[in-house]
């Protein structure tokens, strides 16, 4: 089984927990963090009996996966086609399956690529149980159309105070949903790890190209963990007032010069041709000097 030895390398240096369908045999032997099972086709009693005692052999989560688009036939049946009541019955009587082989280590996500259906259904299962809930819209869509779904099912959940762990997912780069799925945490304020990026639309009013800028800006600051702000506006309309508020700001002005601020307070200008190494630069010095205030504060708190 090649996948097992990959899996056994990934989880030895992955930074992250890795989990794994139980489908592929082996899975918990090989360092899987996870293992998730999907009611709908798991299969018997006895194949959830196999995947339970590698769970415990292994130390093994389990998160139990109901999908709206796999639902088992006698709900299916019962209901007459996926609704929230359903999935939550199936992830109860996976529960329920779980908890009798004595296995507690585990988490529920009741998906549906229907935005009102996994929302509902959400909502349901966190008023019947307690347990840790998986949060996700599956078969999302695109990075555009699966980005806005996401953001509706998964940031109105976490707004209501349902979920524990997220996945977005689109049919794009993986990169794309983990970052997707960062900015919903950081538009909830629920991480702020990183530079949030406040920005203007554009118009004939802007004094450099705010979109390109931008683009350009998000790509080359991803390297920044520590939180801050950054605001970058076309012009005076609203720049100084998003500037006041941000730890960088810049605003487009006339002739190619554009004014920086720090900390909310005018500084100095930039030229148009070096307006984005320099604030990549101012950034990265603003990074480096709010660690070390934190580094300085934690050496004071445990004097
Ligand atoms: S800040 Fe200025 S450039 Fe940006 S959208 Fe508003 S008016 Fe236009």
Known sequence: MIWAVLLAQATATA??????????????????ACLR?????IGSAERVNEVVNAAKANGCA???????????KDLLEKYGEPCPEALVESALDHIKLLQDHDFHEYKVAVKASDVFLAVAAYQGLAEATDCPLHLGITEAGGLIGGTVKSSIGIGSLLWFGIGDTIRVSLSAEPEEEVRVGFEILKALGIRNRGVRVVSCPSCARQGFDVIRTVQVLEERLQHIRTPMSLSV???VVNGPGEARETDIGVTGGGNGKHMVYLSGLTDHTVE??????????????????????????AAIAAE
């Open 37 to 41: 099972i999907n009611p709908g086709n």
């Open 15 to 32: 930074p992250v927990p890795l989990w794994r369908d139980p489908e592929h045999d082996g899975a918990a032997d090989a360092g899987a």
């Open 233 to 235: 506006l076309g012009c």
């Open 272 to 297: 148009d041709a070096d307006m984005v190494e320099h604030i990549v630069k101012l950034v990265e010095a603003k990074a480096a000097e709010l660690e070390a205030a934190d580094v300085a504060k």
């Open 62 to 72: 389990i998160r139990i996966g109901v999908n709206a688009g796999s639902l088992e």
